[in-house]
Structure formats: C-alpha cells, structure tokens
C-alpha cells in the first residue's frame, strides 16, 4: 500500500558521481522537502569505491594505511556504521514534513524494504528482515558487519541496509543494495556472491520505480534543474569536500 502521496517524483542518476556529489544531492532534496517540496525517490551510484563515515563516527588510525589511505571518503549526513559503496546500487528517498502520516518514521524502513523485497522476489531471490538485533560491546566500523533488526538479509549475510535523517520535519532515508563484494572488504558479500545462479533481469530504474510506487500512486520520472544541481554544487563545495564538515 502506497504512502497517501498521489505521486513521487523519480530520479535516475545516469553517470556514476563521487561521494561528495551524491550526499550533497541527498541534502539538497532534504531541505526541499522541508520548504514543501513533494517526496523524490533517487536512484544512484558511485564513481569509485567510498567509504562513508556515518555522522557520529571518527576517522580511525587504521584509514591512514593503504589500502584505505588511497580510499575516497565522505561523511554521511545520516547515524550508524560507516559503508564501502562499491558494487551496489543506493537509494534514496525523501518524504516532506506538514503532512507526513507515516506512525513513525521507522515505518519507512520496513515500507521500503518491503518493496525491495518484492522486486527481489521478481528477479527469483528471497530477501527477509533480519527482525532482531544483534548488537555487540565493541560494534565493528563497518556498518555491514553489524546487525539491526531492519536489515534485509539473504540467509544470514545483510544486502540491505538504510539509515534516517530527520530535519524540520521532513525525513531522508537512504540505503545500499548490494550487489557484490568490493576487493576492498571481500567479508561482506552481495547476491551474486551468496546465489550465483541468479542472473537480475531487472535494473536499477526498475527497482526505483518499484520503490516510487511504495510512496506515490504515480511515478513522474524527470531529472534534476538547473538551480537544483547549482545548490547541490554548492553543498559539495561548502561541505561534502571536507570529511570533518561536522
């Protein structure tokens, strides 16, 4: 069942960006929801293998040795571990504030997992929610090898994971399809790695489209404005460039 939006807005970046350009575009689509903007579905990937460091988190000793040293970093606007975005598709989504009508905002997670599992469905592999917790004492950097219990999993490796950002009342949610493992952190695996036999017939637009009609009853896909991509040039330059924007 859709969000009671009767449309969200698509977009499909066609080029591969860098960390910093994807996060300031993130951002900005935030702070127009928050001046009323309608809710935007983003469908992207990136440039080179990055490591995003979530908001809170420090940049650790271990990053100034190869192979990390060498390694594009940027810092998330959203909490949690930090994420090698690497062989995977990310998603965002933003949902305006005044009439938000979601329980609670956690509900988005399990809505929009719910429609990735669907299209997982579709192209003949079955994601599940991990449904439980599984915090440890010492929680590891790298946020695919924690364990939250809105995860989606296939057996017992994490494929989806998503993080939230709320300002003004508006809601960014953002996550990472994973697709394969990265050379960088051949642990964490994706679904080629975990089911070899399937072959997705289905593309990123598909699974945006899928994930659009999670939140609007119509899918308007269109790209980004001309003032749009000048303010998100602008967050780039002003934040995203440096990883201590903080």
């Given at each position: 069942?859709?969000?009671?939006?009767?449309?969200?807005r698509?977009?499909?970046?066609?080029?591969l960006?860098?960390?910093?350009?994807n996060?300031?575009?993130?951002?900005?689509l935030?702070?127009?929801?928050?001046?009323?903007?309608?809710?935007?579905?983003?469908?992207?990937t990136?440039?080179?293998?990055?490591?995003?460091?979530?908001y809170?988190?420090q940049?650790?000793?271990?990053?100034?040795?190869?192979?990390?040293?060498?390694?594009?970093?940027?810092?998330?606007?959203?909490?949690?571990?930090?994420?090698?975005?690497?062989?995977?598709?990310?998603?965002?989504?933003?949902?305006?504030?005044?009439?938000?009508?979601?329980?609670?905002?956690?509900?988005l997670?399990?809505?929009?997992?719910?429609?990735?599992?669907?299209?997982?469905?579709?192209?003949?592999f079955?994601?599940?929610?991990?449904?439980?917790?599984?915090?440890?004492?010492?929680?590891?950097?790298?946020?695919?090898?924690?364990?939250?219990?809105?995860?989606?999993?296939?057996?017992?490796?994490?494929?989806?994971?998503?993080?939230?950002?709320?300002?003004?009342?508006?809601l960014?949610q953002?996550?990472?399809?994973?697709?394969?493992?990265?050379?960088?952190?051949?642990?964490?695996?994706?679904?080629?790695?975990?089911?070899?036999?399937t072959?997705?017939?289905?593309?990123?637009?598909?699974?945006?489209i899928?994930?659009?009609?999670?939140?609007?009853?119509n899918?308007i896909?269109?790209?980004?404005t001309?003032?749009e991509?000048?303010?998100?040039e602008?967050?780039?330059?002003?934040?995203y460039?440096?990883?201590e924007w903080?």
């Open positions: 069942m859709p969000l009671p939006y009767p449309e969200c698509l977009i499909v970046e066609p080029e960006l860098s960390g910093a350009d996060m300031a575009r993130d951002e900005v935030l702070e127009a929801a928050t001046l009323g903007g309608g809710p935007v579905l983003r469908m992207y990136w440039r080179e293998p990055t490591l995003s460091l979530g809170f988190q940049r650790e000793p271990w990053m100034e040795s190869s192979p990390w040293s060498e390694t594009a970093m940027v810092r998330r606007l959203t909490g949690g571990g930090a994420i090698l975005h690497d062989r995977e598709w990310t998603y965002s989504c933003v949902i305006p504030g005044r009439d938000f009508r979601l329980h609670h905002p956690y509900d997670y399990d809505r929009i997992h719910d429609g990735i599992v669907t299209w997982a469905a579709g192209q003949g079955s994601l599940r929610p991990r449904g439980v917790n599984h915090r440890q004492a010492d929680e590891p950097y790298l946020c695919y090898l924690r364990g939250d219990s809105h995860d989606l999993c296939l057996g017992e490796s994490k494929i989806v994971g998503s993080a939230q950002r709320r300002r003004r009342g508006a960014l953002h996550g990472s399809f994973l697709l394969q493992h990265s050379p960088l952190a051949p642990e964490i695996r994706g679904i080629h790695d975990l089911a070899s036999e072959v997705l017939t289905g593309d990123r637009r598909s699974l945006g899928q994930l659009a009609h999670v939140i609007g009853s899918v896909e269109n790209g980004w001309e003032s991509l000048s303010a998100a602008g967050m780039r330059l002003r934040k460039a440096a990883l903080r």
